[in-house]
């Protein structure tokens, strides 16, 4: 084979600069480096993939994946190293030498992470970047799609589409979201109460272990192949990829958003829609979401405002016919309705125009803002005189919002333990509690957080109790911190139980088990038992 000198050339003179821009820091750091240019394979020379602070494009790339601008402040902790994995044999590389010189590594998808635990740490750390890893094989003859974590959901409903318009897959709403985060940490989409959530479709995987093994589902076996969907498999490994069932959709969904103030009865539809949203046909997910807004007639000159929104597997005339039978004081009418392919629905969800051309799916930059997110989950009705106490604390707190999400249907048919996710039968609805704002600086921050801990806080009566229930995939640090020493059993459980309830102890002897050293840790990793 002929040698292309001036690609030697370019290659020596890239090892020499990260060379040189390791041992401007951390002897520690600079062993970390030479350890992964050792463990380069030939073929796919790591160089490239290795962002440094001294690198140009550092601050980019870091940049790149920050989906909360509250993590992208200057006091914000920074990675000593970004490795942008462009192969399989970059990130066993990784794994091999993060483990030797014990260097925390944190493992980005899509940089969705709530509370940014992807991508900051409070110790010396790198980042393991999975973007460029998204290739999406799909298999239509078996209805299977292979998928890497790097991809994002829009690429994945897009490619979809290209092949079929009576299939789809039961993910998340936001197109900008990487598959790698979503999926492990059992992520939800308006088709849940029909399909329920993507761990419910996940048939196999590719994963990475801590000596750099890959497996498929049946080399790592059942326990781990269970831990990595909805138990969150930033604590066991990397996933590389995961195959996934495609879900039947007809060629025609119809969507809808109908939006009600107090004066407009908000409170008594909001009242009746509780009590119906679980026992809708599967087929039918009306999601609420409650804000305030100004108000020309009310004192005070605030209102609450409640959206709902839907999407249904069929046509808009059966839809009014069900929502004038089970939720009549909505007053659905057919001009409300929109009849639209499922990838446009996908559109519709996400606030872009529905007609807009479909690529726009393949659009990775979303727009950003600082943000808090929070979650409970609802196993009563609320009584009614409850929730007009409810909007008060709105107005109050505003501009915090809430997002109720029903539950039923298929969620309520799948076991508690088919997955670590147990948040299945006897739920009504998901609350996410969420603050955005446009302003940087730590007391900016500080005071919308605590809006959200203040509504929170009010809801308490009215949620789940012995644990109060959480939703893993909205991250929230306040649920309790794990400092990964000798206390990480017992600081792992405050937060654990309420992510996964009797699933906890399942998880940690798994952990125990393909991860004893605890190499994979973050600030709300499974732990392992206790020596």
Known sequence: MAISWP?????????????????????????FVQCLLDNSHPSHPISEAIFTPQSPSYATVLQSYIRNLRFNETYTPKPFLILTALHQSHIQAAIICAKKGNIQM????????????????????FILDMFNLRSIDIDM????????????????????SELSKTHGFPAGVCPTVGVGGHFTG????????KYGLTVDN???????????????????????????????????????AYKIKLVSVPEIVTVFRVEKTLEDNATDIVDQWQHVASKLPKELFVRLVIDVVNSSTRTGGSTVRVSFISLFLGDSKTLVSIMNENLPLLGLSQSDCIETSWIRSVLFWTNITIDSPTDVLLNRTPS?????????????????????????KMIELQPAQMIFNPYGGRMAEIASTATPFPHRAGNLWKIQYLANWNQGGAETAQRYIELTRKLHRYMTPFVSKNPREAFLNYRDIDLGVNHNDRGSYLEGRVYGIKYFKGNFNRLVHIKTKVDPTNFFRNEQSIPTLPH
């Open 141 to 160: 003859e078996t209805e299977t799609v292979w998928v890497q974590s790097g991809a994002i959901l829009g690429e994945l409903y897009y490619r979809i």
């Open 186 to 193: 059992g992520g939800y989409g308006n088709m849940m109460r």
């Open 202 to 240: 996940i048939v196999d995987a590719y994963f990475i272990d801590v000596n750099g093994r890959i497996h498929d589902r049946k080399s790592m076996g059942e326990d781990l192949f269970w831990a990595i969907r909805g138990g969150g498999a930033a604590s066991f490994g990397v996933v590389l």
């Open 106 to 125: 944190k493992i980005r998808s899509g940089g969705h992470d709530y509370d940014g635990l992807s991508y900051v740490a409070t110790v010396p750390f």
């Open 368 to 392: 950003l803002s600082y943000l808090k997110r929070k979650s409970d989950y609802v196993k009563q009705p609320i009584p009614k005189t409850a929730l007009e106490g409810i909007w008060e």
């Open 7 to 31: 690609l030697v050339v370019s290659l020596l003179l890239s090892i020499s600069s990260l060379a040189t821009s390791a041992s401007n820091s951390d002897p520690v750091h600079e062993a």
